[in-house]
């Protein structure tokens, strides 16, 4: 059965103090690699840059995982249960697609001008255009596995449930979390500048609300995540969004 929005703490797991400890540690290692080791660099860097690529990713949810395991917890506890629904699931993740499309065409058609920020760039994946090799590469370890799977591990799955022990017990509780992880989220982003680092927010404050949607279980967001990047992925290697 789906969780009430309300009920934002389960009784096991960790104590908030220890979750907030968590949640600080690792949100630092991860935003200090991010910035350090950014997707453009990782492209610059050849083969041995695209090894550690999707390499960072998975030390990164490692280390989620022992925390996890230290505290009594699980994976399959706080992200990866089976859907009441897969049809559900599949609907939320399709919801949110068109959602995520539909927030940040407005943001960035309403508000990016006055603010003097340019549309989002596409970066590194420039190179994907015409580029086969280039596509599978970043439509595959980079889009489904660092990306889809790593990142809604991280933020939705280890983050996301830590912020719900740390707040209070209460639908307000429940919304500061969602706001929350939406920061983080677009913080560890702003690699990509102060437009991309927004974009990022977006989105994450939709697979977020997914999250919630769904029973708190990552299968969905998952699906949305890769759908979302894979969309922008194919758009590009076919020639279209032609931004700096």
Do not use: C
């Not at 449930?161 to 920061?183: E, F, M």
């Amino acid at each position: 059965m789906t969780q009430p929005i309300s009920a934002a703490r389960s009784p096991a797991g960790p104590g908030r103090g220890r979750a907030i400890l968590e949640v600080a540690i690792l949100w630092a290692v991860a935003a200090a690699s991010i910035a350090a080791f950014s997707a453009t660099d990782a492209a610059n860097l050849g083969v041995l840059g695209r090894i550690a690529l999707p390499l960072r990713m998975a030390v990164l949810v490692l280390i989620a995982t022992w925390l996890l395991r230290r505290d009594g917890e699980s994976w399959r506890k706080v992200a990866f249960s089976k859907p009441d629904r897969w049809w559900r699931a599949l609907l939320l993740a399709l919801g949110g697609y068109v959602l995520a499309y539909l927030l940040v065409g407005a943001i960035v058609a309403v508000l990016f001008p006055p603010m003097h920020l340019a549309a989002p760039g596409v970066g590194p994946l420039i190179r994907v255009r015409g580029n086969l090799g280039e596509y599978l590469y970043w439509m595959l370890p980079v889009t489904w596995g660092s990306a889809a799977f790593g990142e809604e591990m991280l933020f939705r799955g280890f983050f996301f449930s830590r912020l719900l022990k740390i707040l209070p017990a209460s639908r307000a509780g429940v919304l500061a979390a969602l706001g929350l992880q939406t920061l983080l989220f677009g913080a560890v982003h702003l690699y990509l500048g102060l437009s991309g680092a927004i974009t990022a927010s977006l989105l994450g404050l939709v697979l977020g609300s997914v999250y919630l949607l769904g029973g708190r279980r990552i299968w969905p967001t998952i699906l949305l995540h890769g759908l979302l990047d894979s969309t922008t992925i194919t758009i590009i290697f076919l020639g279209g969004l032609p931004r700096g």
